[in-house]
């Protein structure tokens, strides 16, 4: 049910964060592509005229803080259930109260935070009742709704993508709490505008952790008379990241992933390990990192190892599953494989090669050997006439051309010697000498 406070909470005993939660629109931070002038969840809000949504994003970027604002501003009824402590019995006794207020014309909306905690049986117990209009369902969530909401659920629900704070935005919040009443805006307090910077860098879009960061900063300041002084130091010591912190939109951030995806081309796994933790420590996201390897895997390896891009993508699975500080060993296995096996860019050229004819020869037909004829008109003109199954043949191949004419002979992938790869172009050169042989006799 909604929130409720005892008559012993005191606002100056809260954390930061809690302090300085947004109390509409006007106090959000971050989120302009969706709650900028004129943007649609603005004009929802605004209006009053909320539908069943979905609020995805990582964490600290505002979803539980936009649903207070909703309920501020709704003249329906507001529930705020936690999927962390309500069961299949709350959930309905909930839902029998809702129905009850719509039969007396009242709307309730419903705002349950970590949705993706609740099971299959607890999700759908939902569904009639937002079917029905019973209730608005509003879910806040920091995974991915396609795989941990249900489908018929889903479908009901308009998705919003909340996204990390900027680091300009983190730095405007921080500056605002140093003057906000509700902050330290009573207080005299001393630090350096790229101090402040260096706190936001750290938060990596993360407006609590920018909040709870700097109250911890302003708590282990030097004291000097009425003065709290706030170091660069001060800062390192409570975040424990010192030099390591780097601008992740800018120059240094596409140094060391250039320098981690250059180590791992050379197959040097000590300089790889070296730069990845470097990444990690400077609390870049593991994620962005992942994706990288794993594109490093079909561009630098290939089919010289087709087992770099399995543990690649294995790799990806296990920072989304457990994140940091423990997928760190996940990813030095995966950085440190992609540096010791064996290399092939073949793959990588092959589509460079196949992207500038595509581009250049947009026109070209596709061969009507190889077009589908679902219809009786198109078998007549000819489409999938003297069609060859592979399947039906004892060495699974044919002499079907399968390029359009003012490409035949063109060849894009150009297997090299290395790995495993070595084994695919001994069987591309029997591929291509079979039908070399054949194209003969069939002349």
Not at 43 to 72: C, H, Q, Y
Not at 139 to 150: D, I, L, M, Y
Not at 208 to 233: F, H, I, K, P, Y
Not at 256 to 273: E, F, Q, T, Y
């Amino acid at each position: 049910m909604r929130e409720q406070r005892t008559l012993f909470e005191r606002d100056d005993l809260q954390p930061l964060a809690a302090r300085l939660r947004p109390r509409d629109l006007d106090e959000f931070y971050g989120q302009k592509h969706l709650l900028g002038e004129g943007k649609v969840l603005r004009k929802l809000i605004e209006s009053d005229r909320i539908g069943s949504m979905i609020f995805w994003g990582p964490p600290g970027v505002g979803k539980t803080t936009l649903a207070r604002i909703i309920a501020n501003r709704t003249k329906a009824g507001f529930i705020d259930f936690s999927a962390v402590t309500s069961g299949i019995k709350e959930i309905k006794q909930v839902m029998e109260q809702a129905e009850k207020n719509r039969r007396f014309g009242e709307k309730t909306i419903l705002f349950v935070d970590e949705i993706h905690r609740f099971n299959k049986a607890q999700q759908d117990a939902f569904l009639p009742y937002v079917e029905k209009g019973s209730i608005i369902l509003i879910g806040a969530t920091t995974e991915n709704p396609s795989f941990e909401v249900n489908g018929a659920l889903l479908s009901r629900c308009k998705v919003f993508v909340l996204q990390a704070l900027k680091t300009e935005e983190l730095t405007e919040l921080l500056q605002n709490a140093l003057k906000d009443e509700r902050g330290f805006g009573g207080e005299k307090i001393e630090i350096a505008p790229e101090t402040v910077e260096t706190i936001a860098l750290f938060a990596n879009g993360d407006a609590r952790s920018a909040l709870s960061t700097l109250e911890m900063a302003v708590l282990n300041g030097d004291v000097r008379g009425d003065t709290t002084v706030v170091t660069q130091e001060t800062v390192e010591q409570c975040t424990s990241k010192r030099s390591l912190l780097y601008d992740k939109t800018g120059e240094e951030h596409y140094n060391l992933i250039s320098a981690l995806h250059k180590s791992m081309r050379n197959s040097d796994p000590d300089a790889a390990v070296y730069w990845l933790a470097r990444m990690l420590e400077a609390g870049e996201d593991p994620l962005y990192i992942a994706r990288r390897v794993t594109r490093f895997a079909s561009e630098d390896i290939g089919l010289a190892d087709p087992r770099a891009l399995e543990i690649a993508v294995a790799a990806y699975q296990a920072c989304h599953f457990i994140g940091m500080p423990e997928c760190t060993v996940h990813l030095t296995e995966a950085v440190v494989y992609m540096s010791v096996t064996p290399k092939s860019n073949a793959l990588y050229v092959a589509y460079g090669r196949a992207k500038k004819d595509a581009l250049t020869m947009l026109a070209e037909p596709v061969p009507l050997v190889i077009r589908n004829a679902p219809t009786r008109l198109m078998k007549e003109e000819g489409y999938g006439k003297g069609y060859q199954y592979a399947h039906d043949s004892e060495e699974k191949l044919t002499n079907m051309q399968c390029l359009p004419d003012s490409l035949l002979g063109r060849e894009y992938y150009t297997p090299t010697e290395e790995g495993a790869e070595a084994r695919f172009k001994a069987r591309l050169d029997e591929i291509k000498a079979w039908k070399k042989e054949h194209a003969k006799k069939d002349s």
